[in-house]
């Protein structure tokens, strides 16, 4: 990793990274996060009977839309054709609650990791505004990304 901020020109101020001269390359990220609620809360979001409906096909959805926006939402990204967004939600291990993971892929310049986390930060969102009728001490946590793949920084896994 280097000191230097990608963001920030020599006298400081935000600006876009310039990606002209960077060569299109598959590129890759995985994102995941994690809603924690009450057993009960848990289980009515399993069944798929809440009074709005399936809560986690519409937070899927909404993750993939989000992914779409990001560059609309995040002021110095890049839009990007983005070829596959999966987001699926499940019930998280041990059963604390309802875990997000988010999948994105592109041809492009510069990576897909801010889409990732975008789709895992909205599709997190959405079940909480979905379940907060019946959970309102729901927490939103461990948001972060997994893994990315491409460019000239190469691969990376979370250990």
Partial sequence: MSGKLSHLDAEGRARMV????????????????LVRMAPE??????????????????????????AKRTAELIPLCHPLPLSSVQVEVSEAHGGEGLAVTARVKTTGPTGVEMEALTAVSVACLTLYDMLKAADRGMSIDAVRLVQKTGGASGDWRRA
């Fill in 41 to 66: 809360t848990l289980a009515l979001a399993l069944s798929g009977g809440g009074s709005k409906g399936d809560v986690r096909a519409v937070a899927e959805i909404a993750g993939v839309m989000a």
């Fill in 18 to 33: 310039d990606v002209c001269a960077k060569p299109a390359t598959a590129r890759e990220a995985v994102a995941e996060g």
